[in-house]
C-alpha cells in the first residue's frame, strides 16, 4: 500500500502532508448545518430565498453524515497501516487519547456554557425554545462522558447543546475503530477497486433504505446506521483513493469529477423537490464519498479552491463552529418570545440579526479553536507522551517537558 502523502498530490497537500481540500470543505458541511437550523427564520425574513434555495436549506442535516464520511476517510488515512496490522492495547489507547484531546475540550465547554444557559432560564421560569428532555445530574454525566446517544432512538431535545448529539456519536465510532481498521487493511490488499466501491455503496444502503421507507433520517434507532454507514464509506473511500495513480491525466479527471458531483448533489436536493418525492433527498449521501476520493486526489477545480487559505482556516475551525452556534442561535430565538416588538418579523433588525449569525458564529468559533481548541488539544497530547529522562547536560534535574507538539496531520472530527 502507498503511504499517506500519495494520495494527495503536490498542489492540495501541505508539508505535513494534510490534504487540504478534505480541511476546507469542512467549513462548507459546517455552515450547511448553521443555515439550516436557522432556515424556517431566514424563510421568513427573505421569502424569495427560501423559494430559491430551500432544496439546499431544508437538508443541511446532510452536512452531519458528511461529517462522518469525512471522519472515517482521515482517520483511514492517517492510522490504517499504523493499528490495521493488530489490535495493540498501547496504539488503541494513545489513539482514543489523541482522538478525546480533539473532540473533548470543545465539547466540555459549550455544554457547560449550555448548563448555564437552560440553567439561567429554569430558575427565571422564563420561555426556553429549545428546553431539554431532562436537566438532571445523571443527564449532565452521560453528557459529559458522550455516551448521551447510546441508549437513545432520537436525538430530539436530549442534548443540552443540541447539535453534540453527533459527538457522542462520533465517540462509539472511535471506540469501534481499532477493530474497523484490522478489517479494512486486508480488505485493501484482497479487493480490487470496483469490489471497494460496491462494499461502500453497500455500507450506506441500509440507511438510505430505511430512511426513504420511513420518510425521515430521524426514525428511531436510524443514527446509529448513518453513523456507521458513512463512516464506512468515507474509511473505503481512502482505500479507493490510495489506489489511484498520480497522473496528469487522473488530475484532470478527477477535478472534472469533483465538480459533476457537487452538482449532482445538488441536483437531487433540487429534483426530490420538484418531483414531490421530498424524501429522495436522502440519495445523496451516496455522492458523498465518491466526491472526497475526487478532492483528496485532484489537485485542480474545486479541490484548488478548497486548497486556499480561507478555507482551510475555516476548516479548522469548523469543529468549533459546529458546536458554537445553537448557542448563539437560541438566546436570539429567546430575545423574540421575550421582546416580540424588538425583533418583529420583517424588520430590519431581524433580517440584519439572522444574516450576520453564520458570521458572528464564525468569529466565536475562531476565539474557540484559537484560545479552547488549539491549547487544550496540544496539552492533553502532551499528556500521553512519555516523560524525557533527564539531560544529562543539566545539573538541576531538568528534562525536557515535550510541551512543544506538532500539529498531528489532518484530524478533523
Given at each position: 500500500?502507498?503511504?499517506?502523502?500519495?494520495?494527495g498530490?503536490s498542489?492540495?497537500?501541505s508539508?505535513?502532508?494534510?490534504?487540504?481540500p478534505?480541511?476546507?470543505v469542512?467549513?462548507?458541511?459546517a455552515?450547511?448545518?448553521?443555515?439550516?437550523?436557522?432556515r424556517?427564520n431566514l424563510?421568513v425574513?427573505f421569502?424569495?430565498?427560501?423559494?430559491?434555495?430551500s432544496?439546499?436549506?431544508?437538508?443541511?442535516?446532510l452536512?452531519v453524515?458528511l461529517?462522518f464520511?469525512?471522519?472515517?476517510?482521515v482517520?483511514?488515512?492517517?492510522?490504517?497501516e499504523?493499528m490495521?496490522?493488530?489490535?495493540?492495547?498501547?496504539?488503541?489507547?494513545?489513539f482514543?487519547?489523541?482522538r478525546?484531546?480533539?473532540?473533548?475540550?470543545?465539547?466540555?465547554?459549550?455544554?457547560?456554557?449550555?448548563?448555564?444557559?437552560?440553567g439561567?432560564?429554569?430558575?427565571?421560569?422564563g420561555?426556553?425554545?429549545?428546553?431539554?428532555e431532562?436537566?438532571?445530574v445523571?443527564?449532565?454525566?452521560?453528557q459529559?462522558?458522550m455516551?448521551?446517544m447510546?441508549?437513545e432512538p432520537?436525538?430530539?431535545r436530549?442534548?443540552?447543546n443540541?447539535?453534540a448529539?453527533?459527538?457522542?456519536g462520533e465517540?462509539?465510532?472511535y471506540?469501534l475503530?481499532?477493530?474497523?481498521?484490522?478489517?479494512?487493511?486486508?480488505?485493501?490488499l484482497?479487493l480490487?477497486i470496483r469490489?471497494l466501491?460496491?462494499?461502500?455503496?453497500?455500507?450506506?444502503?441500509?440507511?438510505v433504505?430505511?430512511?426513504?421507507?420511513?420518510?425521515?433520517?430521524?426514525s428511531?434507532?436510524?443514527?446509529?446506521?448513518?453513523?456507521?454507514?458513512?463512516?464506512?464509506?468515507?474509511?473505503?473511500a481512502?482505500l479507493?483513493?490510495?489506489?489511484?495513480a498520480?497522473t496528469?491525466?487522473n488530475?484532470?479527471?478527477?477535478a472534472?469529477?469533483s465538480a459533476?458531483?457537487?452538482i449532482?448533489?445538488?441536483?437531487i436536493?433540487?429534483l426530490?423537490?420538484?418531483?414531490g418525492?421530498?424524501?429522495?433527498?436522502?440519495?445523496?449521501v451516496?455522492?458523498?464519498?465518491?466526491?472526497l476520493?475526487a478532492l483528496?486526489?485532484s489537485g485542480?477545480?474545486?479541490s484548488?479552491v478548497?486548497?486556499?487559505r480561507?478555507?482551510?482556516?475555516g476548516?479548522?475551525i469548523?469543529?468549533?463552529?459546529?458546536l458554537?452556534?445553537?448557542?448563539?442561535?437560541?438566546?436570539?430565538?429567546w430575545a423574540q418570545n421575550?421582546?416580540p416588538e424588538?425583533?418583529a418579523?420583517?424588520?430590519?433588525?431581524?433580517?440584519?440579526?439572522?444574516?450576520?449569525?453564520?458570521?458572528v458564529a464564525?468569529?466565536?468559533a475562531?476565539?474557540?479553536?484559537?484560545?479552547v481548541?488549539e491549547p487544550a488539544?496540544k496539552?492533553m497530547r502532551a499528556?500521553?507522551?512519555?516523560?524525557a529522562?533527564?539531560?544529562?547536560q543539566l545539573g538541576?534535574?531538568?528534562?525536557?517537558?515535550g510541551?512543544?507538539?506538532?500539529?498531528p496531520v489532518?484530524e478533523p472530527?
Amino acid at each position: 500500500m502507498s503511504n499517506r502523502a500519495e494520495v494527495g498530490t503536490s498542489h492540495n497537500t501541505s508539508r505535513a502532508g494534510e490534504i487540504l481540500p478534505l480541511t476546507g470543505v469542512r467549513i462548507i458541511a459546517a455552515l450547511w448545518v448553521v443555515v439550516f437550523h436557522i432556515r424556517g427564520n431566514l424563510y421568513v425574513e427573505f421569502p424569495e430565498l427560501g423559494r430559491i434555495v430551500s432544496p439546499i436549506l431544508n437538508h443541511g442535516d446532510l452536512g452531519v453524515d458528511l461529517f462522518f464520511a469525512l471522519s472515517g476517510f482521515v482517520l483511514t488515512l492517517n492510522y490504517v497501516e499504523k493499528m490495521g496490522g493488530r489490535l495493540n492495547r498501547r496504539d488503541t489507547a494513545r489513539f482514543l487519547w489523541a482522538r478525546l484531546a480533539r473532540v473533548w475540550p470543545v465539547y466540555f465547554v459549550t455544554l457547560n456554557i449550555a448548563a448555564l444557559w437552560h440553567g439561567w432560564l429554569l430558575m427565571r421560569g422564563g420561555p426556553d425554545p429549545v428546553a431539554p428532555e431532562e436537566f438532571s445530574v445523571l443527564s449532565y454525566l452521560r453528557q459529559l462522558t458522550m455516551v448521551v446517544m447510546w441508549t437513545e432512538p432520537d436525538s430530539e431535545r436530549l442534548t443540552w447543546n443540541g447539535p453534540a448529539w453527533s459527538i457522542s456519536g462520533e465517540w462509539l465510532a472511535y471506540l469501534l475503530f481499532p477493530l474497523f481498521a484490522l478489517l479494512l487493511l486486508r480488505l485493501a490488499l484482497v479487493l480490487r477497486i470496483r469490489h471497494l466501491v460496491m462494499l461502500g455503496v453497500m455500507a450506506l444502503f441500509p440507511a438510505v433504505l430505511l430512511a426513504l421507507v420511513s420518510g425521515t433520517l430521524y426514525s428511531p434507532h436510524l443514527w446509529v446506521l448513518r453513523l456507521l454507514g458513512s463512516f464506512v464509506a468515507g474509511g473505503i473511500a481512502c482505500l479507493v483513493a490510495r489506489r489511484v495513480a498520480r497522473t496528469r491525466r487522473n488530475d484532470t479527471v478527477t477535478a472534472w469529477c469533483s465538480a459533476g458531483f457537487t452538482i449532482g448533489i445538488v441536483a437531487i436536493l433540487y429534483l426530490a423537490r420538484l418531483t414531490g418525492h421530498e424524501r429522495y433527498h436522502v440519495l445523496a449521501v451516496f455522492l458523498f464519498a465518491p466526491l472526497l476520493i475526487a478532492l483528496a486526489v485532484s489537485g485542480r477545480g474545486l479541490s484548488r479552491v478548497l486548497s486556499t487559505r480561507p478555507f482551510v482556516l475555516g476548516g479548522y475551525i469548523s469543529y468549533s463552529l459546529y458546536l458554537v452556534h445553537m448557542l448563539l442561535i437560541e438566546p436570539i430565538w429567546w430575545a423574540q418570545n421575550v421582546w416580540p416588538e424588538v425583533l418583529a418579523p420583517q424588520t430590519v433588525v431581524t433580517k440584519l440579526v439572522f444574516l450576520s449569525v453564520p458570521v458572528v458564529a464564525c468569529v466565536a468559533a475562531y476565539a474557540m479553536w484559537r484560545w479552547v481548541e488549539e491549547p487544550a488539544r496540544k496539552t492533553m497530547r502532551a499528556m500521553s507522551k512519555p516523560p524525557a529522562r533527564p539531560s544529562p547536560q543539566l545539573g538541576n534535574g531538568a528534562h525536557d517537558t515535550g510541551l512543544d507538539v506538532p500539529r498531528p496531520v489532518h484530524e478533523p472530527a
